[in-house]
């Protein structure tokens, strides 16, 4: 008798201490496993119930998801047995993996509630916007992932150009989302690599300008008079302590607890990469934290009063704050930039660029600044490194 259950898989640990939960058939003693998307660490899985701990975060829901896929594959078993009962176990997999997420839509459902589960709440809201695109262009028409070939990758490219009047970036962030997941689909076995309909599709994303302001241009924002305690005094403040204390990413900026902070130094986990950063910052960053400290801090306190957040344990509310928080801030440093002689276009993010070109200029290592900025690769850095090189090409034509 064949049998299907959930299968925590410990022992195909990756490098970041996660394991895949699969599903597993069992048919005359041989196993063959279906991935579920799914995986956590190996202290977040409850052995004795076989299912993803209470103490990780929205386990209720990916446990209802696990059971209803037992669910569904335990459908599909009997059906496929009521027919032949003689099948192997290989067999029964492909008959189970052939019925499923066959459609393209239902299947990056599947993937977005992945992302969803993970936490990467950007990726998932980008994801919802290009199926969404992509949905219009196919009017709704759900095909087979198979259907969705080279020719209308093609025809979709051109549809993001002449309907939504798309930039190169913007196609090949569209193009990435779905390639992933046509890819997932490809390595769980459901389609030969060959089949893969952007082997040959090929887009860069337009070659974009880092802004940045330079050392004096940054003292100007720094001097400016702004009345205390008002969104623009903050949003200021949060702007150029991100340029001092290494580019911090404003996500991260905005969750610093006085906890995070100690002895000049601010120890932290990035929320994009999650990697943990332990670094020094200097002076004026600490000058800023200093205005917002008070005798009756607390180490979860936030350190900066710009979030809006009242469950600080719910990543989605959280995620939610952030965005909004971002928005603001942004509106406010294009008010705030009008206040000055600079004549630029500034975001939050500028203040990342604006610590990378200063510290690079100033004599910082390259492989110091990637540290700080917790970049996983130095190749991201040295992009900046090419900005300084380019400004200096640049400066040289006073003698032309």
């Known amino acids: 008798m064949t049998k299907i259950s959930i299968l925590f898989r410990k022992d195909k640990l990756n490098q970041q201490g996660k394991a895949p939960i699969n599903l597993k058939i069992t048919n005359r003693g041989k196993r063959k496993y279906i991935a579920t998307g799914y995986s956590?660490?190996?202290?977040?899985?409850?052995?004795?119930k076989n299912q993803v701990k209470s103490s990780?975060?929205?386990?209720?829901?990916?446990?209802?998801?696990?059971?209803?896929?037992?669910?569904?594959?335990?459908?599909?078993?009997?059906?496929?047995?009521?027919?032949?009962?003689?099948?192997?176990?290989?067999?029964?997999?492909?008959?189970?993996?052939s019925n499923k997420a066959m459609k393209l839509?239902?299947?990056?459902?599947?993937?977005?509630?992945?992302?969803?589960?993970?936490?990467?709440?950007?990726?998932?809201?980008?994801?919802?916007s290009v199926i969404n695109k992509l949905k219009e262009f196919l009017k709704d028409?759900?095909?087979?992932?198979?259907?969705?070939?080279?020719?209308?990758?093609k025809k979709y490219d051109l549809y993001l150009r002449e309907t939504y009047k798309n930039t190169n970036t913007t196609i090949h962030a569209n193009m990435k989302f779905l390639k992933t997941i046509i890819l997932k689909y490809i390595k769980e076995g459901n389609m030969s690599y060959d089949k893969n309909p952007f082997i040959n599709y090929i887009i860069k994303p337009d070659q974009s300008t880092r802004a940045y302001l330079t050392s004096e241009e940054l003292l100007e924002i720094e001097n400016l008079k702004l009345e205390e305690n008002t969104n623009f005094y903050h949003h200021r403040n949060i702007y150029v302590f991100s340029a001092y204390a290494g580019g911090l990413r404003i996500s991260d900026v905005l969750q610093l607890t006085w906890g995070n902070f100690q002895?000049?130094?601010?120890?932290?986990?990035?929320?994009?990469?999650?990697?943990?950063?332990?670094?020094?910052?200097?002076?004026?960053?600490?000058d800023i934290i200093n205005?917002?400290?008070?005798?009756?801090?607390?180490?979860?306190?936030?350190?900066?009063?710009?979030?809006?957040?009242?469950?600080?344990?719910?990543?989605?509310e959280v995620f939610n704050a952030?965005?909004?928080?971002?928005?603001?801030?942004?509106?406010?440093?294009?008010?705030?930039?009008?206040?000055?002689?600079?004549?630029?276009?500034?975001?939050?993010?500028?203040?990342?660029?604006?610590?990378a070109t200063t510290a690079l200029q100033k004599g910082m290592r390259i492989e110091y600044v990637s540290k700080y900025m917790g970049h996983s690769d130095i190749k991201e850095t040295q992009i900046?490194?090419?900005?300084?090189?380019?400004?200096?090409?640049?400066?040289?034509?006073?003698?032309?």
């Not at 239902?106 to 919802?128: C, I, N, S, W």
Request: one cysteine or more; charged letters at 30%.
């Open 40 to 48: 956590v660490k190996l202290n977040e899985w409850d052995f004795d």
């Open 56 to 97: 990780y975060k929205n386990s209720a829901r990916m446990n209802n998801t696990l059971r209803s896929l037992l669910v569904e594959y335990e459908a599909k078993l009997l059906e496929i047995e009521s027919k032949d009962n003689y099948n192997s176990v290989s067999t029964i997999k492909n008959k189970m993996v």
């Open 105 to 128: 839509f239902p299947y990056a459902e599947d993937y977005k509630l992945t992302l969803k589960l993970q936490g990467k709440y950007g990726t998932y809201k980008r994801g919802v």
């Open 141 to 153: 028409d759900d095909i087979l992932i198979e259907e969705f070939n080279q020719d209308m990758v």
């Open 263 to 286: 002895d000049e130094k601010l120890s932290l986990k990035i929320q994009k990469t999650k990697k943990s950063i332990n670094i020094r910052i200097p002076q004026k960053a600490i």
């Open 291 to 316: 205005i917002y400290a008070n005798e009756n801090t607390k180490p979860n306190d936030l350190i900066f009063p710009l979030l809006k957040c009242k469950n600080m344990g719910d990543s989605i």
């Open 322 to 355: 952030i965005s909004s928080a971002t928005a603001y801030t942004n509106s406010d440093l294009k008010e705030i930039i009008k206040l000055t002689k600079i004549k630029k276009s500034i975001s939050f993010h500028t203040a990342r660029h604006t610590f």
């Open 384 to 400: 900046y490194a090419k900005i300084i090189n380019q400004e200096l090409d640049k400066a040289i034509e006073i003698f032309n």
